[in-house]
């Protein structure tokens, strides 16, 4: 369970480089002429938060059967005709009233790049992980696109490698998509690629009324992951960096030692590591003991949703409730304390909860969820990125490209992955100040010692 142990040994090896030869990026247009509208996106949608850009990467090892194929072109092919059922997707997000924001379904296109690099699979290691060489090479961002509105709502490119195998690099406008949503998208595009479906097994909802603010917006829940802080620490840290650790069985059991027997058996994998992160996080900070910290967890609300409509739903359809502690009780109580602290946050997610978000948004001029001291997580463990086949296997990573996200880097994700030995376990991907990451590294470790002869 070394893990600043495992980071020293990756500092010693020489960084890889490649080159990348791009085509000219082309837009991919709906494959049939589709509904020319104007759709509003909802009030969740069109928070500041979401109003970002959010990189995804995925790496296919080459496929004997595959021979004589090409990767590049049975993906712009699937991609043009699954947007024919996600056309919004083919469109450009424009400024609506009051805040809220349109998209304008024009079928102008998804930017699509076509590449090559001199570099093979095995050149990137016994084990792929964020962050990954080169990545700008591998997902071509042009000048401005980062804008919201008026840009490419997705940006793919598709990158064949010297041993045959390739990598699909993707970024989503988030305003239009969430990650269930996204993954819907790309479940229909592989499986059109792989040619087992001609449109997509499950029905695309657009239905963003659902998700709109309620008039008069009426706020039922204390929404402290809104809160607008100020923070009282003078040093700025301007330099961030970005690492994965790996939590196997090993690791993860140690960790569940921490808690009493009846409490780990109702505990799930995500909230033991989002718990124990959040804690090391804060004493890595060394933020002042009589400050809160937050803790927000991206929690799907369409389970939560009477209406059936949500189920092909791929609007954002989620909430982050807080998790808020005093830094210092955080640090000194039992892990036991920050378990149940995220239990109870994310226990209060429901679809009168999601409405409230929508309602607070509207009155209080959509505001950023709360920076200061924060730290948000998603797992996306079970969201199914590793088992989309387009015909060349299921990927030997796949998921979240870069640890930070957007306007704001202090966000974690859990994502699913294997060591060098084969075993299955969790990547927790990073984003923190250069001077507090090795601090951060070292107490996973010392936690750990610590508490095992303590408990």
Not at 242 to 271: N, V, W, Y
């Amino acid at each position: 369970m070394a893990f600043s142990h495992d980071l020293e040994e990756e500092s010693s090896s020489p960084p890889l480089v490649f080159h990348v030869r791009r085509s000219e990026p082309e837009l991919v247009a709906p494959a049939k002429p589709t509904p020319r509208e104007t759709k509003l996106l909802s009030d969740i949608d069109t928070q500041a938060g979401l109003r970002t850009q959010i990189p995804i990467i995925q790496f296919y090892r080459n496929d004997p059967s595959m021979a004589g194929k090409d990767p590049v072109e049975a993906i712009r092919h699937a991609l043009a005709e699954t947007l024919v059922f996600y056309y919004p997707l083919a469109g450009r997000i424009k400024d609506g009233p009051d805040g809220s924001l349109v998209v304008d379904c024009n079928e102008e296109g998804v930017m699509f790049i076509e590449a090559d690099a001199d570099v093979t699979l095995h050149q990137f290691g016994h084990t792929l992980k964020p962050p990954f060489p080169c990545f700008q090479q591998l997902l071509y961002q042009p000048p401005g696109s980062e804008a919201v509105t008026h840009t490419p709502l997705f940006i793919i490119q598709v990158t064949r490698l010297k041993c045959g195998g390739f990598i699909l690099a993707l970024r989503f406008n988030h305003a239009i998509v969430d990650g269930v949503g996204l993954i819907q998208f790309t479940i229909t595009m592989a499986g059109i690629a792989r040619g087992v479906f001609q449109e997509p097994p499950f029905k695309p909802v657009w239905r963003r009324d659902l998700l709109s603010a309620r008039d008069p917006p009426r706020v039922t829940f204390n929404h402290r992951e809104y809160e607008q802080l100020t923070d009282s620490n003078d040093a700025v840290l301007e330099s961030f960096e970005q690492r994965s650790f790996f939590f196997g069985p090993a690791e993860t059991a140690a960790i569940r030692a921490l808690l009493p027997h009846d409490l780990d058996q109702h505990t799930t994998t995500f909230e033991v590591l989002t718990s124990y992160v959040w804690r090391c996080r804060t004493r890595a900070l060394q933020i002042n003991p009589d400050e809160d910290v937050r803790m927000m967890c991206i929690v799907d609300a369409r389970d939560k949703f009477k209406s059936s409509l949500l189920t092909g739903y791929y609007g954002s359809c989620f909430a982050f409730p807080a998790a808020v502690a005093a830094a210092g009780e955080l640090c000194l109580e039992p892990l036991e304390y920050a378990v149940r602290l995220i239990q109870k946050a994310r226990g209060e997610v429901s679809e009168e909860y999601v409405h409230s978000v929508a309602d607070l948004m509207v009155s209080s001029g959509r505001p950023l969820f709360t920076v200061v001291r924060s730290c948000l997580v998603l797992d996306t463990t079970e969201a199914g990125f590793r088992d989309l086949d387009f015909g060349w296997g299921k990927a030997l990573y796949g998921g979240m490209a870069v640890a930070g996200a957007g306007m704001f880097p202090a966000v974690n994700f859990h994502v699913p992955s294997q060591n060098a030995k084969g075993e299955e376990g969790i990547l927790v991907l990073v984003s923190l100040p250069s001077q507090v990451m090795k601090i951060f590294a070292n107490e996973l470790d010392d936690n750990l010692v610590q508490n095992n002869t303590t408990i």
